[in-house]
């Protein structure tokens, strides 16, 4: 990928400290990565697993926090939000105030230098982070290798890795993330036909560690 500015701490802060001001403004919670079908596709997996309800579950790149008020809706009382950003954080935090929901963990953490206490989970969801680490202009590829690490070291073995991508096909997911996982599942996407040729604009995958 070409590197891009979407890559970097900088932009995000600066895009979640306009959305935490506009929802002081107006209430708005702002954007939902991928739509709220990504959300309503990761809770319809968990639940034909039938994940248990307890289960630890980590959002990587929480952002505005709104896949974990989903989830907590749903049922499950054992949830963390982390990102990079503390704009994000301090956002997501007003929207667990307004929505009423106590039972959710958020915290400031890099997931490439992810704090000793981050461990032990039986769920990681990431809905567009790994997207935007590839973006990073400084050194993507080694980013990506410490995100599959990190991911290592915060699940526990036999957990799932739900990953929702835009910029990455089913292949190239596999390839990623070979070392460690094995790939369970493909959740249906929307669809597109262009030239004759049918494709997936993104990319839903359910990874097990091994």
């Not at 306009?18 to 702002?30: H, N, P, S, V, Y």
């Not at 959002?59 to 939000?81: M, P, W």
């Not at 000793?116 to 980013?143: H, M, Q, Y």
Request: overall charge negative.
């Amino acid at each position: 990928f070409s590197p891009s500015v979407l890559g970097t701490r900088e932009h995000w802060d600066a895009a979640y400290e306009r959305e935490l001001q506009t929802f002081q403004d107006i209430g708005d919670a702002g954007e939902i990565w991928f739509g709220e079908e990504s959300m309503v596709r990761i809770i319809r997996w968990l639940e034909k697993q039938q994940v248990p309800l307890d289960s630890s579950v980590l959002d990587i790149g929480t952002g505005n926090g709104v896949l974990l008020i989903e989830l907590a809706k749903s049922g499950y009382t054992n949830l963390t939000g982390i990102d990079y950003s503390p704009s994000a954080i301090q956002l997501s935090e007003k929207v667990r105030e307004k929505e009423g929901i106590s039972d959710i963990k958020l915290k400031v953490e890099d997931f490439l230098a992810p704090s000793a206490e981050l461990s032990g989970f039986d769920i990681c969801i990431d809905k567009g982070t790994f997207d935007a680490i590839s973006l990073n202009p400084d050194n993507a590829v080694g980013r990506r290798k410490q995100y599959v690490r990190s991911l290592c070291s915060v699940l526990k073995p036999e957990g799932f890795f739900l990953i929702t991508s835009c910029n990455w096909t089913k292949e190239e997911l596999l390839n990623e993330f070979r070392e460690g996982f094995e790939m369970l599942e493909e959740l249906p996407t929307p669809k597109f036909c262009f030239g004759g040729r049918i494709g997936n604009s993104v990319t839903a995958l359910v990874f097990q560690r091994k």
